[in-house]
């Protein structure tokens, strides 16, 4: 299998020695508390991102992509121009909680960052379970594609240039709409390529699963079979578009052993392995908090990955 590790810096470098501390020392506890460890990375990052030139940057929030009030997505246009590529972002929590903006700030630094970059970036809110079991969050990103095939150009926008990006239960999602055909959705002909980041590609319950219950709640129980039939892992035969994943150095349980299992399946398919990254220093929520700060070694990474499929 040929996957590339690409050297990056530590986050060490772009945080204050303060707040890299406090960074250590949630990466050394992370499984301990997931939901407390990731208030704490919002606490050191929000700041940062806050701080963050926005300017030259035309938002427009809460548009309805779909009938469910759960279905909108905010625009993030840089300006003047057209032909653009776009990129739409999927935001995780276990796919029971979450949203397109926890605070105002995070998630909306990560199309904010792209957009600045010359991206029309979109962010995505989807239906969570209880309400919305699978394939219902697939489904969205389906909805949200079809909705931006129709509209993004008046954005400046092209959607014969799309990236899917999706972090967490997002890139399940992703992953889904793309490779599942229990989605019922042929996915459109723009989307040139995907960025999975910390992403839950195999469905699991097992005891160290610090998800577990919320993994059982979206696929509506937790048979095996059952979970297999929701696990984008179990279709990646399928795949034909280019796709970069990245993982991080103190992850969710389990997730980055997904990872890892995902680009080897892919190798065995293609003959060659996709793009692979893990993050040094950073944890399952500083993957995606970092964006829109002064450290860029991620965003540059994918900004590579995607020019080289849009050629």
């Known amino acids: 299998m040929n996957v590339e590790f690409p050297l990056q810096p530590s986050p060490a470098r772009h945080l204050s020695p303060e ?144 990236v899917l990006m999706g972090h967490s239960a997002g890139g399940t999602h992703v992953a889904a709409y793309l490779l599942d055909p ?29 998800n577990a219950k919320n993994v059982a709640t979206y696929c509506g129980g937790d048979s095996p079979d059952l979970l297999a039939r929701c696990s984008p892992i179990s279709y990646v035969d399928r795949c034909r578009w280019p796709m970069l994943l990245a993982v991080a150095e103190y992850e969710n349980r389990y997730l980055d052993t997904y990872g890892y299992e995902f680009a080897a399946a892919l190798a065995s398919v293609h003959g060659r392995g996709p793009r692979l990254i893990q993050m040094s220093g950073h944890n399952h929520t500083s993957m995606v908090a970092h964006f829109n700060t002064t450290e860029e070694f991620i965003g540059r990474e994918i900004l590579a990955f995607a020019e080289s499929d849009f050629r």
């Open 19 to 162: 707040d890299w501390a406090r960074l250590s020392a949630v990466n050394s506890r992370w499984n301990d508390d997931i939901v407390a460890n990731r208030k704490a990375v919002l606490d050191i990052y929000t700041p940062l991102v806050r701080a963050t030139d926005k300017s030259g940057i035309a938002v427009t929030h809460e548009v309805a992509y779909g009938p469910d009030p759960r279905h909108r997505l905010d625009v993030f246009a840089p300006g003047a121009g057209s032909g653009r590529p776009v990129l739409i972002f999927v935001h995780g929590g276990a796919f029971t909680r979450g949203a397109k903006s926890a605070n105002g700030e995070i998630y909306d630094n990560v199309p904010l960052w792209f957009a600045r970059q010359g991206f029309v970036g979109i962010n995505l809110e989807y239906r969570l379970a209880p309400a919305a079991t699978y394939p219902a969050g697939a489904q969205d990103v389906g909805l949200a594609v079809e909705w931006a095939a129709r509209n993004v150009a008046a954005y400046g926008g092209d959607m014969s240039r799309i």
């Open 182 to 210: 229990n989605v019922g959705m042929e996915p459109h002909r723009g989307v040139a390529a995907a960025v999975l980041v910390s992403a839950r590609l195999r469905l699991d319950v097992r005891p160290g699963n610090p």
